[in-house]
Structures are given as structure tokens and as C-alpha cells.
């Protein structure tokens, strides 16, 4: 009786060690560069449903850690925005631009639970001519099965009300 008990535990244990790889291995590598494809993406336009700009995003990964550069281009000319995340779940301090002006804010990046999603959250204040404006977003990124579709759900939500935006970007 107690060597079928000591199987089972060694079993279980095994199965345990087996799953905690494999979820480990489920990251997604985000690396590469991406293109915005307008078309399958909402809550991103313009007047009329126009696109607001062209993206391109290059994102660099080692581990946990996720460099993104998007070049914008738009009305206004090209524009590039320089972003990192560190996906450990701590919470961090990270610099955004909002209505023209520099701010810092705080951010934690963590894997979701089956490790298959970055889900990131932010919070900031910026001053405007109105007062100060609180910004809390979220997004969760998401890669397709084949690796060649990379999907940013975000929900910004400030004293204004909530926005949600789908943004579907294409591996080059």
C-alpha cells in the first residue's frame, strides 16, 4: 500500500514539474517587426472611420523583457515612441507623453496565468489646462497559434469616460 502511494506522489510530482515547463515554455516571443493593419483593428481611427496613421512597431524580447519602438505616421508627420516592459509582475515607473507633455506613471507587466498573454497596467497623471487628469489603461497582448498575428486589446480609462481599442498588427 505504501509503495503505491510513494508511485502516486512521484506520479503527481512529475506531471506538476511537466506542466510548470510547459507553461513556463508557453511564453510568447513577441520579437520582430509588426505592421498596424487598420482593417482589422477598432477603436483606433480617425474622423469617419478613417485610419488615424500608419504603425510600424519593432519589438525586441529577452525573457521578461520587451523593447518596443513604433514609428507613427500620421497628419502630423512621423512620430516614434519608445517603450519597455519588464514582465514580472513588479509594479515599476515608466515616462509616457499625453496632450504634448511628459509624465511619469507606474506599470507592471505580468504573464497571464497560462503564460500565453502579456497583460500590462498603467497609471498616470498629467497636468492640462483643465487640472490634473488621471489615466489608468490596460492592455493584453495576445499572439496568434502560427506567430503571425499579434493582437493589443487596451482599455483607457480617464475622468472623460473608457475607450477600448483592438489593435491587429501583421509579422513582416
Known amino acids: 500500500m505504501r509503495s503505491m502511494f510513494t508511485k502516486a506522489g512521484a506520479g503527481l510530482t512529475a506531471f506538476v514539474l511537466f506542466a510548470a515547463v510547459a507553461a513556463a515554455a508557453a ?7 509588426w505592421v498596424l493593419d487598420a482593417s482589422k483593428s477598432e477603436g483606433i481611427g480617425g474622423p469617419q472611420g478613417a485610419p488615424a496613421a500608419e504603425e510600424t512597431m519593432t519589438v525586441t524580447q529577452d525573457g521578461d523583457k520587451i523593447t518596443v519602438v513604433r514609428k507613427i505616421k500620421g497628419q502630423q508627420g512621423e512620430r516614434v ?3 519597455a516592459y519588464t514582465a514580472d509582475g ?14 511619469k506613471g507606474k506599470r507592471t ?27 489608468e489603461s490596460t492592455a493584453k497582448w495576445t499572439l496568434s497559434a502560427d506567430g503571425k498575428t499579434l493582437t493589443i486589446e487596451g482599455t483607457r480609462t480617464t475622468q472623460r469616460g473608457e475607450m477600448k481599442s483592438k489593435r491587429v498588427y501583421t509579422k513582416q
Open 27 to 33: 511564453k510568447p516571443n513577441y520579437a520582430g517587426t
Open 81 to 83: 515612441i519608445n517603450d
Open 90 to 103: 513588479k509594479e515599476g515607473e515608466f515616462t509616457m507623453r499625453m496632450r504634448g507633455n511628459e509624465t
Open 109 to 135: 507587466a505580468k504573464w497571464s496565468a497560462d503564460g500565453g498573454v502579456l497583460e500590462v497596467r498603467d497609471k498616470a497623471s498629467i497636468d492640462t489646462p483643465n487640472g490634473a487628469m488621471t489615466m
